[in-house]
């Protein structure tokens, strides 16, 4: 345990991959995803890459917006100066670390992305950067790469435990999944305080000066309470109702934008519902999920440790990774975890932290036989069991496909 690897050494390959295979296309690269979720490090590694690969360094421009030394070029009219006096006459990499803090930055990209011999990376951990004026302006012209912290298989490869999935599932739930963490294991006391940052950015430099809020306390409660209840249906005015039984004057259309601009800081994500029998998308009653678990823990304390629930949204979490769109199935009167789809079509899954009990597999099993055509079926479960096959529903241990 004590020979894990630190932030600086662990390659995020999937990520890296991608930035790869669209080098030099003529599109620009968008990595987005919470704060501190690794995307400066991925880009950094990339550029990396370029230079060991032959390319020189004035080929390269890199600027964090996050950098007090570059707060001037937070201007548009400085930061584009600054960057055509630096291009080459050959191919040029153009990294901006953090583009969504630069006033106009669209037009700024849009500028540069008309030349011949530039190579636009960008990242951006808040999705407005992807809002109607940057997509009016590069439409058809971007790719997005969607990060993540860091998945379980990356936190059992980190620290070294593929030996012991069920101890690294223990530690990649009561720590965190944060890329940084991995330097804070041997002093787990000061993981709370480096969450604590994280959280107090992202609402207040992400949510509170970007929207503008003044009630910041009813914003904190709807996080907490969002938190607090992963993985079950909820509607704005169910949160708004709760808060004024809790003495917190709110409404729902006020409760709707505060969920908005956590969705658009990665903080929190959406699973909305699917009818299977109708084949249709609802718009009522969604289900959140957080993007981190420790982040969980940190705001909600020893309340936080439901089992059942973390793993369904450690299930989720690696669902969205592999490409999937992700709902939440409705079929009849009952519902099933996930409708995971992609161009292969659906897969069903059903997570319990347990089904030995005969009853509880009766009601995972239930929906899904429902279900009538003949995409996958799983049941995923921490239960330490051999696979077991229910006429096509397959029963599986969890942390083996997560970490698959």
Known sequence: ???????????????????????????????????????????????????????????????????????????????????????????????????????????????????????????????????????????????????LPLSFKEFVLATKQENNLSQAYRQYIQTSSFPYVLDLLQTPNEINSYLEGIYNTILVKDIIDRKKISDTQVLKSVTQFLFDNIGLELSSKKIADTLISNGRKSDSKTIEKYITSLEESFIIYKASRYNIKGKEYLKSLEKYYVSDIGLRNFMLGKKAMDAGHILENIV??????????????KIDDMEIDFVAQNEQGNTYIQVSASVRDENTLARELKPLKAVKDNYPKIILTLDDDPDGDYDGIIRKNALDWIYR
């Not at 191919?91 to 011949?116: A, T």
């Not at 669902?319 to 939440?328: E, I, P, Q, S, T």
């Open 1 to 147: 345990m004590e020979d894990f690897q630190t932030i600086e050494t662990i390659v995020r390959k999937e990520y890296l991959e991608r930035l790869r295979n669209l080098k030099h296309k003529k599109l620009i690269k968008i990595v987005t995803g919470i704060r501190r979720c690794g995307k400066s490090t991925v880009l950094e590694m990339f550029r990396d890459e370029l230079l060991k690969s032959g390319v020189r360094k004035n080929q390269i421009i890199f600027l964090n917006f996050e950098d007090y030394d570059n707060k001037h070029l937070l201007n548009p009219d400085e930061l584009y100066s600054y960057i055509k006096q630096r291009l080459s006459s050959d191919m040029n990499y153009i990294f901006l670390d953090e583009i969504q803090r630069v006033e106009n930055f669209p037009e700024i990209v849009d500028s540069l992305y008309i030349k011949k011999n530039v190579d636009i990376y960008m990242t951006g951990s808040n999705s407005s950067l992807l809002s109607s004026e940057i997509a009016t302006l590069i439409s058809g012209r971007y790719v997005e790469i969607k990060m």
């Open 316 to 329: 989720y979490l690696e669902l969205l990774r592999r490409g999937y769109k992700v709902y939440v199935g």
